[in-house]
């Protein structure tokens, strides 16, 4: 895994649980979906279980690189082959920062931070080593989203507390007009309710971008 991987250490303790662990071992590098969330890991937060024997598996192509050909809902947890989903972002998608944080931000406001995820990670990917870090951080946030919606605060809190201590450095020098001290203002605000209030349904205010 590389170093810059945004799915490292997803909670308290150095324990991964947000790794996608119902697809691959905790050890096998990610660099492909590096920042999504477990959906094992958050149905047992949300008090479901899979079925005995309907375990995920990733699609991958010739090459062993992950894809997004399975159908999943719109907070991206997969669907049986075969049904209707939400569509995900296709895997070729490279936009640069600018437009990346628009789209991240309509996708975010239409309640679809998975997706939102998707896009951040994307642009992570094609970024320079001195801004990697940055949209590390900002996958993280959609991430940690992304887990309160599926029902699982302690998964959300994990991301959303490394995440926003990791956009600290750049509260005064974020490019491409990242709002930084704002998005830690917001995430913040989650971090200091308990639990019981970081429901799915909580209304969550934020913004990428000043």
Do not use: C
């Not at 949209?135 to 926003?164: C, E, F, K, M």
């Not at 990242?178 to 913004?207: H, K």
């Amino acid at each position: 895994m590389p170093d810059d991987d945004p799915s490292e250490e997803h909670t308290p303790g150095g324990t991964k649980p947000d790794a996608e662990t119902s697809e691959r071992t905790p050890a096998e590098p990610r660099a492909e979906n590096a920042a999504e969330p477990d959906e094992e890991a958050d149905e047992r937060a949300a008090g479901r279980t899979r079925p005995a024997g309907d375990a995920v598996t990733r699609d991958r192509d010739p090459a062993g690189r992950a894809r997004n050909a399975r159908p999943r809902d719109a907070y991206g947890r997969p669907l049986p082959h075969g049904a209707t989903g939400v569509p995900t972002m296709p895997d070729d998608l490279d936009p640069d920062p600018v437009r990346g944080l628009a789209e991240a931000q309509r996708l975010l406001d239409a309640d679809r931070p998975f997706h939102a995820h998707e896009v951040l990670e994307a642009v992570w990917k094609g970024a320079p080593p001195d801004e990697r870090e940055l949209w590390r951080s900002l996958a993280q946030v959609a991430v940690g989203i992304t887990h309160l919606r599926r029902g699982n605060p302690r998964g959300a809190r994990a991301l959303l507390d490394r995440a926003t201590a990791a956009l600290e450095p750049w509260t005064a020098r974020a490019p491409h007009g990242v709002d930084a001290a704002g998005v830690i203002a917001a995430t913040r605000a989650l971090l200091t309710r308990p639990d019981t209030e970081l429901t799915p349904d909580l209304p969550i205010v934020l913004n990428f971008t000043r």
